[in-house]
């Protein structure tokens, strides 16, 4: 390794003379500790450095050494069921302060390979050589890595390996159980499909009403006290996702012990296992340093696309990436770089769309079909949803979740605003529900939100004359805003029914609903008195979403409605 000299500490930024043959990019190690930097500006002689942990103590003349290679994750078994930093450094296990990050230490971990490869076949980019036994329903293939490809010349018997095991060598190049991938650049793959198939969530309001397909992005903008961690959470719980990438970036650290905690004794709905055993956790709280934050998305994508590579479809929850642009717009500041938009640097728009770039549903070098979708949370200081962050953000993902304060502080959750939402993927959505067995999908959700929209804008009227002095239709309106909300949209993350809700209840419930305005509507326009339709018994209707597991016992409940607006009438 070459070695220069620091001339300047600022923070984050360290700035180095003397250190020939580093390029953009590279990894450095600074000091005797040998703290883990990254070269982002070469002037002259001066290299600039962000470094990824904290400086203190670093001073003028201490040596600066590059390692001549960019920022990579170790790839392996040993990332399920763990928790890491934002430099992918184990922190499952790991003392209360981390050592310096100087070298690459193997990961821990013993495990047994079977081999699935013959000695002599020719092996291209992708093909599976063999898997490893790990927790949880994730099967974990050993593939031939993107660059090569060639005879498998030798290949290592079924056994117990550790994660710098050679299982095989292809072409003459040793494949080892763990590869390490450069987090900045994107994983290879075969072809991009179109994005078509719906991602289930298991919350009502964004399955029926804002979905989110395999391979998409998703923006969740909200201001403090809306509800964006429960939310996250409730996706990672719940989502039909094969593998959760879970980052914590800049959050509270008691949230994210929180989030841990549950994970670990949350058992898997399809396993009976633990969820924590096929979720990766990368913590890099508001405690951390703070350009960790920075590698830690890129990290956590890298990630992704490992395990999408195997045909698998993962999800990447990234809590939050305003406290990301915040750790680029303070390193920003540090560099004098000319500011734009409340200080943040002119290259906020293409950093986030470099991370949400990376997400889609593929089909990989191996032929298998895989998928990244990315959910990323915006913590808008002040709730003010026009701001850089929010607004960039908006223009590269594929669908917007906003949480609404008003919803929150009226205790509806999840507080998904049906005004300031969307979803770009949702006539293909519809067109995929309709191939397979639910063509009145999109009819529901159009109708769900004509009504939604009616709802508001006679709200907004009945505030200012009262609501009994509205026409009958009117009325009942106002009363279909209501039993959606209340009925279908809201949801409990307590609730041991209603957690997590499957498409067929979904549909269910909206039906339900959408069936006993509909016989409200007809009452009214047959000359029953509103007043009359309004005090029927609607709590079977409501209490539905608690009460009953599944859709027949839905479709009982919206019957004993029906039942009671015959004799309303």
Request: charged share 20%.
């Amino acid at each position: 390794m070459t070695a220069g000299r620091v001339t300047r500490v600022n923070g984050a930024l360290v700035q180095a003379t003397g250190l020939t043959g580093a390029g953009v990019a590279d990894v450095v190690e600074i000091g005797a500790e040998r703290l883990a930097g990254e070269v982002v500006a070469i002037r002259d002689d001066t290299v600039t450095v962000r470094a990824y942990e904290y400086t203190g103590g670093i001073a003028p003349g201490h040596p600066v050494r590059t390692r001549g290679a960019p920022l990579t994750a170790p790839l392996g078994p040993h990332l399920l069921g763990a928790v890491f930093d934002g430099l992918l450094r184990p922190l499952s296990g790991a003392p209360p302060w981390l050592a310096p990050s100087g070298g690459d230490p193997q990961p821990p971990g013993r495990w047994t390979f079977t081999p699935t490869a013959a000695a002599g076949q020719t092996a291209e980019p992708g093909t599976p050589l063999g898997w490893v036994d790990v927790a949880g329903a994730v099967p974990y293939r050993v593939l031939v890595p993107p660059d090569a490809r060639g005879p498998v010349t030798a290949l290592h018997p079924k056994g117990r390996v550790t994660a710098g095991t050679v299982v095989a060598t292809v072409a003459g190049r040793d494949v080892r159980l763990t590869e390490r991938w450069p987090v900045r650049r994107p994983r290879p793959y075969r072809t991009r499909l179109d994005a078509a198939v719906p991602l289930a969530t298991g919350q009502r309001v964004l399955d029926t009403l804002f979905p989110v397909a395999r391979g998409g992005s998703t923006a969740v903008p909200g201001g403090f006290g809306t509800g964006k961690t429960v939310l996250l959470q409730q996706i990672a719980k719940w989502c039909d996702a094969d593998v959760i990438v879970y980052v914590g970036c800049g959050e509270r650290g008691n949230e994210l012990a929180d989030v841990l905690a549950e994970f670990a004794e949350l058992s898997d709905p399809r396993t009976g296992g633990r969820l924590a055993d096929r979720t990766v956790v990368l913590a890099n709280t508001s405690n951390m340093p703070v350009m960790a934050r920075e590698a830690s998305v890129h990290g956590a994508v890298t990630v992704a696309e490992h395990f999408r590579d195997m045909g698998l479809s993962v999800v990447v929850i990234a809590d939050s990436t305003s406290r990301w642009a915040e750790a680029l717009r303070e390193f920003a500041s540090r560099g004098d770089e000319l500011p734009v938009e409340e200080g943040y640097p002119a290259s906020l728009a293409s950093e986030l769309a470099a991370f949400y770039e990376r997400a889609g549903r593929v089909v990989t070098l191996a032929g298998d079909e895989g998928a990244v979708t990315t959910i990323g949370a915006v913590s808008p200081p002040g709730g003010d949803l026009t701001e850089p962050v929010t607004t960039h953000t908006q223009r590269f993902t594929r669908a917007v979740w906003s949480l609404d304060r008003d919803l929150a502080y009226a205790r509806h959750y999840p507080a998904v605003s049906w005004t300031g939402s969307f979803a770009r993927d949702a006539d293909a959505i519809g067109a995929w529900h309709a191939a397979h067995g639910d063509p009145d999908w999109a009819g529901r959700r159009a109708r769900v939100g004509g009504l939604l929209t009616e709802a508001d804008r006679l709200g907004a009227l009945a505030e200012l004359i009262g609501a009994a002095a509205l026409p009958g239709r009117e009325r009942i309106g106002l009363l279909a805003g209501r039993l959606l909300r209340e009925g279908v949209l809201q949801q409990s993350a307590l609730s041991r029914t209603d957690a997590s809700c499957d498409a067929d209840r979904a549909a269910a419930l909206t039906e339900a609903v959408l069936t006993v305005v509909e016989r409200c509507q007809d009452l009214v326009a047959a000359g029953t008195p509103a007043a009359s339709v309004e005090g029927a018994d609607f709590g079977p209707i409501l209490r539905a979403r608690e009460e009953c597991p599944d859709a027949a016992a839905v479709r009982a409940a919206r019957d004993t409605v029906l039942a009671g607006l015959e004799e309303a009438r």
